[in-house]
């Protein structure tokens, strides 16, 4: 385990009967940092979540946080870290400060002391207002901070997050996104996203992105995004695979056939574009020019889309 990794994981694998949901997977997360899991349904962020948050086994590989080993130190594990699950945990029937005790009380926190963190995290959340309201009263995005108060009321040193923005509008994913980098700035907690919202991906200093139960690519979203390098044509026919031969030996480059559509990475794409528009127009339905993006970044190391319709129950 590196010296400044605040998680590390070496040949992970796990399995359910015959379906294979990680597949040897190796990587560091540094001490500090915003780490996320990106990847489409079934792409093993669940299971590795699961795996994290020590409720499901290490069947195969090592898994360390904190120095500590998740298999056979479990209890020392869950000291210190919060987690914050994509299904909603609260008592709705609760108001916000009622939960918090209850929280508190199941980690053993003294009441004075449980008094004065539930107070912090409620100011610094923006709950205070609200703290004797019930949790049904809230909105999507207020009961989403409640969930993370809870994950932080012991003061972790880890934060696990499930799709965090589960349900929130616009406005509360960002005042959550500046919450946690807060969080990472003033008291130096790592967090660990998983996401399937590009959006998200991008606020990460660091990315695995997972397909199938392998890390396909891993960086920051700066360095995935340069990997590819130029510009992304996408082009859409009626005959994508014969378009893609005749495109390949004329202009000598190597399309992609996903779907419908015909994906070029290419340092020329304005270039590109015209030439291709003006030999293969009629056979070409519409046709678009952009910089890479993280979609394109995982088209490119899989083959197929992000959403694709062998994505189908989350593992």
């Not at 009622?98 to 912090?120: F, M, S």
């Not at 005042?175 to 990460?204: F, I, K, P, S």
């Not at 127009?281 to 993006?293: C, F, R, Y």
Request: charged content about 25%; glycine content about 10%; proline content about 5%.
């Amino acid at each position: 385990m590196s010296a400044t990794a605040a998680i590390s994981i070496a040949g992970l694998s796990h399995r359910y009967g015959s379906l294979t949901a990680l597949d040897g997977i190796s990587f560091d997360v540094a001490a500090g940092a915003i780490f996320g899991l990106l990847g489409p349904n079934g792409g093993g962020k669940t299971t590795l979540f699961r795996i994290l948050a020590t409720l499901l086994p290490v069947q195969e590989g090592h898994v360390r946080l904190l120095d500590r080993d998740v298999a056979r130190e479990p209890a020392q594990v869950r000291r210190f870290i919060g987690v914050t699950f994509q299904s909603p945990s609260l008592d709705r029937k609760l108001t916000v400060r009622e939960n918090l005790v209850t929280q508190g009380r199941l980690y053993g926190i003294a009441r004075r002391p449980l008094r004065n963190r539930i107070d912090e995290l409620l100011s610094r959340l923006g709950l205070a207002e609200r703290s004797r309201d019930r949790v049904e009263s809230l909105s999507g995005g207020l009961a989403r901070r409640v969930e993370i108060a809870k994950g932080l009321l012991h003061e972790p040193r880890v934060l696990l997050l499930d799709e965090p923005s589960t349900g929130l509008d616009p406005g509360a994913r960002l005042d959550l996104w500046l919450y946690l980098r807060t969080l990472q700035r003033d008291a130096g907690v790592t967090v660990l996203v998983t996401t399937h919202l590009m959006e998200e991906a991008e606020r990460c200093d660091t990315l695995a992105i997972l397909d199938s139960g392998r890390i396909v690519a891993l960086g920051s979203p700066v360095e995935l995004r340069d990997s590819i390098g130029g510009d992304c044509l996408t082009i859409d026919s009626p005959s994508p695979a014969e378009l893609a031969g005749r495109i390949a030996e004329k202009f000598h480059v190597t399309p992609r056939v996903i779907g419908p559509q015909l994906r070029i990475e290419t340092a020329s794409g304005h270039e590109l574009l015209r030439e291709v528009v003006e030999a293969f127009g009629p056979e070409i339905s519409s046709v678009s020019l952009a910089k890479p993006t993280l979609e394109d970044v995982f088209v490119q190391r899989t083959g197929h889309k992000f959403w694709d319709e062998s994505s189908s129950q989350e593992k």
